[in-house]
């Protein structure tokens, strides 16, 4: 009954910004953890952040760090993950989702996932 439903992927140049919003709907999640993952055509699927809703359990992969934020709205159920200074390479389709195991790879089989939001970084 819990579903998560991503948006604010686009098109952008290389340089550019977007961000990406994962509603959570159905009921409340406040005790999982709370992920975004990224997978493009013919790659595995790779972590790129997590968050708890307090805010206190962040993480981010390298390629994010220094250039990806992500936060919450608890109010509205909603995870961010603001991406800046996007390159061709974050090119990928953007999943959210969820758990309470602490999992932070692309091999993670979280508990609840949206169904993805596509980013296109052109050159």
């Known amino acids: 009954q819990v579903h998560l439903v991503e948006s604010g992927g686009g098109l952008v140049q290389t340089g550019g910004s977007l961000r990406l919003a994962c509603k959570v709907s159905g009921g409340t999640l406040s005790s999982y953890t709370m992920y975004w993952l990224r997978q493009a055509p013919g790659k595995e699927r790779e972590f790129v952040a997590r968050?708890?809703?307090?805010?206190?359990?962040?993480r981010y992969s390298d390629s994010a760090w220094g250039r990806f934020t992500i936060s919450t709205n608890n109010d509205v159920n909603t995870v961010y993950l603001q991406m800046n200074r996007l390159r061709p390479e974050d090119t990928a389709n953007y999943f959210c989702a969820a758990d309470q195991d602490f999992c932070s790879s692309g091999a993670c089989e979280h508990e609840y996932w949206g169904r993805g939001t596509q980013v296109v970084v052109s050159p």
């Open positions: 968050i708890d809703w307090n805010g206190e359990y962040i």
